[in-house]
C-alpha cells in the first residue's frame, strides 16, 4: 500500500505538501527579474533556477557536508538578488533561515547561522538609505529568530520520535517474554505428560498381541493422560492476554472513522464458538490490516468481512486504495501477519487488482463443549 520507491520525487514524500507551498514566495524575485532585460535578465532567470535547485537539494541533503555548501550558494543568490535587482528580496531569506534550523548541534549550527546573519546585516547596512521604513528590520529580526524556533520544533520531534520508537522496543520485549514465558510453560507443564503418552504407546503396541486386557487398561490410562495434556493447554490459553474480535472490529472502526475512512462490516459467525487462539490470531492480523489501510492506502472505504465457511474462517479486508506494490512479505506488517497466521496452520491471499484485499483464512477448530471433554 505504498508509492513504488523506485520513482523519483522533487521532494520527499515524507514532507507532503508543504516544500511546494513555500514555493509561492518565488513569486516576487520572479517579478523583478521579469522587469529587466538583456544579460541581466538572462543572469537573473540562471539564478532563480539555481535557488530552486538549492531548495531542493537542501531538503534532500540533511546530514551531508554538502547541506552546508548549499546553504551558502543559497545567502550567495539572495546577496546577488538583493543588490542587482531590488532590495525586497532579501526577504528569500526566510528560506534560509528556516533550513538553519535543521541543524542539531550547536557546533555545525554557528557557523552558517553567523554567515546569515553577517549577510542580512550587510545587506541592511548598504540600502539603509533607501528604506522608507523600519519594517524591514523587524522582519530581518524574525528572520534571525526563526532558526532558533525550527531547531526547537525538530528536537521535539525527534524526541518524539525516538520515544515511539522506544516504546515499539519495548512491546517487542514485552511479546518476546511473552512467548518465552510461554515456551517455558508448555515445555514444564506438558513436557512431562507427553512423555508419558509416548512411552504408554509403545508399551500399548507390544502389549497388543502378548496382553489385550493389560493393553486395554493402558490405553483407557493414555486416554485420561491426554485429557489432562488437553486441560493443561487450555489452562495456559486462558492465562494468555487473548483480545476477542469483537472487541478489535469496534476499535477498528473508531480507528477508521477518526481517519475520514469509512467502514462498512458483514459477518454473521459466532465468534464464541471459535477458540481463544484462534480469536487471538485473528484480532491481531486484524490489528495490523487496519493499520496499513490508515497508514498506506489512502483509501475512502474499508470494508470487513467475517465469515464461516465449512471448514474455515475466513476475515477479508478491502480497500478502495491506492494498492499494494510490495513483495508480501517484504513490508507492511504482511510478514508478521503471514507467521502468525502458520501458528494455526492459515494461510493469507492479497489481491491489488482495485486497491488492496487481504484474505485471512483458518482452518475451523471449534470449542469443545461439557465437562467430558476435557
Known amino acids: 500500500m505504498s508509492i513504488n520507491k523506485g520513482s523519483f520525487r522533487i521532494f520527499p514524500e515524507k514532507y507532503g505538501y508543504f516544500p511546494y507551498v513555500f514555493l509561492i514566495y518565488l513569486s ?41 555548501y548549499w546553504i551558502v550558494v543559497q545567502l550567495g543568490i539572495i546577496f546577488v538578488f538583493t543588490v542587482f535587482f531590488n532590495f525586497n528580496n532579501v ?9 538553519l534550523g535543521w541543524y542539531r548541534d550547536t557546533k555545525s549550527f554557528l557557523p552558517p547561522y553567523l554567515l546569515f546573519v553577517a549577510t542580512l546585516s550587510l545587506l541592511l547596512i548598504m540600502h539603509y538609505e533607501d528604506l522608507a521604513s523600519y519594517y524591514y528590520v523587524v522582519y530581518l529580526v524574525i528572520m534571525f529568530i526563526v532558526p532558533f524556533g525550527t531547531k526547537s520544533m525538530n528536537s521535539r520531534i525527534e524526541l518524539e520520535k525516538q520515544l ?6 519495548i512491546k517487542e520485549l514485552v511479546k518476546r517474554e511473552e512467548r518465552v514465558r510461554i515456551a517455558r510453560d508448555l515445555h514444564d507443564t506438558l513436557g512431562h505428560t507427553l512423555s508419558l503418552i509416548t512411552l504408554k504407546s509403545q508399551l500399548v503396541a507390544k502389549l497388543t498381541g502378548k496382553d489385550a486386557k493389560r493393553a486395554e487398561v493402558e490405553a483407557k490410562e493414555i486416554e485420561r493422560t491426554s485429557r489432562i495434556a488437553l486441560r493443561q493447554v487450555r489452562e495456559l490459553v486462558s492465562d494468555m492476554r487473548s483480545v476477542s474480535i469483537a472487541e478489535v472490529l469496534v476499535e477498528s472502526e473508531s480507528i477508521l472513522q477518526s481517519a475520514g475512512i469509512s467502514y462498512q462490516f458483514k459477518g454473521e459467525i459466532d465468534t464464541e464458538s471459535i477458540t481463544a487462539i484462534t480469536q487471538n490470531i485473528l484480532s491481531m492480523c486484524l490489528k495490523e490490516a487496519i493499520t496499513n489501510v490508515v497508514k498506506h492506502s489512502e483509501a475512502k ?25 510490495e513483495t508480501p512479505g517484504s513490508g507492511n506488517g504482511i510478514q508478521g501477519i503471514s507467521e502468525r497466521l502458520e501458528l494455526v496452520d492459515g494461510q493469507l491471499k492479497i489481491s491489488s487488482q482495485q486497491g488492496t484485499e487481504l484474505t485471512f483464512s483458518i482452518p475451523v477448530v471449534l470449542k469443545e463443549e461439557g465437562t467430558g471433554a476435557s
Open 28 to 68: 516576487l524575485p520572479a517579478y523583478f527579474i521579469a522587469h529587466e532585460s538583456g544579460w541581466k535578465m538572462v543572469m537573473g532567470w540562471g539564478l532563480l533556477l539555481l535557488f530552486l535547485v538549492s531548495y531542493r537539494q537542501l531538503y534532500t541533503l540533511f546530514g551531508s557536508k554538502a547541506f552546508s
Open 91 to 99: 526577504f528569500l531569506g526566510f528560506f534560509t533561515s528556516y533550513f
Open 164 to 169: 515511539t520508537e522506544a516504546n515499539e522496543k
Open 301 to 325: 472505504n474499508c470494508h470487513v468481512i467475517l465469515k464461516q465457511t465449512a471448514g474455515e474462517i475466513l476475515l477479508i479486508i478491502k480497500d478502495d486504495g491506492i494498492g499494494f506494490y
